[in-house]
């Protein structure tokens, strides 16, 4: 892959990358699509990368279809994808690490004690062998793109990241490759963390400002629906994720919810409007 | 300087990189011939890393030239000298780091605890900015050196790594930015290095294996000389720095040796003969 990258490089072409775990639904092709709007050409790699998983994790049961995922690559015109196994990723003697210091406090990585580390490490693994021009995330995974964005600036990767707004279900649900652990009672329950979302985007508009008063009518929402278990309802700054208990800016809302076993995860931006 | 080099590769010029501290001597130009034989040009990088001297080091105290540094560069026909200040590699909110979880574990790591983790981080940093084809560092520094070629690896970094060979006063003492400290008696002092490295490489030529006796007249040679204070002796597996008993394949002796309040690094492979 790296040797095919420094060829692409000598011709001059921009490379557009997309890092995926595969089992690619309509969010992963949204971001095909940003990179080749971007670049000349577009790389997605799948990869179910151990590192990011914790012991009690999903890593053997991840969802996984690579038949499918490369006939959609090649419908979507991606030049190529590329598919290590983790002994390719991770050899005999592997010891290197990349990890930060305050953005993996927040949020997922409170219950991911080693999520970030993982990510942080792949991704900069991944910017070495693909070398592309830019990069794509999506926003659903908000505290990723943010460890994302601040790793690549921290050390300097000559590589420019964008982010690809959440695609939905036609009912609200975020896409997910986890919503396939769903059974269908629970697929209904899912809807809390959406409904969420919007109920509290609809009290910030009417005026509600504290936190505190937000927090507990998302519980109740999430709550009213069977089988779930909330793991965080977060306000904090978009860029640092400290937490707020005031909206008094744009505010990153972020829930995490397990639903049955299978925990989900969906945010959005809260923005106040002028007075 | 990151613009400079993707411009440079767009030319399809392969970039040689010698990072440094500065202060150069005929190690470091020894370095820059390496390079200037293996690149079309060569990057030498000028950055007293704050991030690998602990609080007790000797960051304000390291010395520096860099109106001499540039002209030795200019002689040598370098391309450009990258002098950044801390405050350019460190922003505000700079929280990256890349750390290795074995490699440090050894030789001068014990001592100096956050030492290889602000090594790794500033030469994955130079390796983002300079894009060099090939990176040159001294073996003098063989416990840096196995870092970076282990995490070169471990993060696919796309970049050769290639060791130049300890120089040498004539009387033996290893060049180093930091014999500018010592004083004329601890400068013949400084000389107990080599000189047990020397003394040891004999005892091996004449058949001594055991690793502790070996070590012992090290000591001996060490303490002959005044103001002398053993940081380590150390025999180790060239690859993993692990320590061994006996000498038997190519062996790494270390040393680390307080001399007054300068700490100096020496080291050799032992090699045995087929007998």
Known sequence: MQAQSLNWKRQGLRIGLVPTMGFLHEGHLSLMDIAAAH???????????????GPT????????????????????GVAAVFT???SDVYGQEY?????????PNHLCGLSRPVHFRGVATVVSKLFNIVLPDIAVFGEKDFQQLAVIRRLTED??????????????ESDGLAMSSRNAYLSSEERASALCLSEAL??????????????????????KTI???PHTEIDYIAFCDPQTLEAVDLID????????????????IDNQVLRVGLA
Chains 1, 2 share one sequence.
């Open 249 to 264: 800016g744009p505010t990153l809302m972020a829930l995490a919810v397990k639903v049955g076993s299978t925990r989900l």
């Open 198 to 219: 919007k109920n509290t985007a609809a009290e910030v508009e009417k005026g509600e400002r504290d936190v505190a008063v937000l927090k507990a009518s998302a519980e």
């Open 223 to 225: 709550f009213s629906r």
């Open 95 to 103: 010891q290197s690490y990349v990890s930060l210091e305050k953005l």
């Open 155 to 168: 050390l300097n990767f000559p590589v420019r990241i964008m982010g690809g707004p959440i695609v939905r």
């Open 84 to 86: 290590p196994e983790p």
């Open 57 to 76: 994790e999903d890593l053997e049961a991840y969802p996984r279809n690579l038949e499918r995922d490369l006939a959609l690559c090649r419908e979507r």
């Open 39 to 53: 670049a000349d050409l577009v790389v997605v790699s799948i990869f179910v990368n151990p590192t990011q998983f």
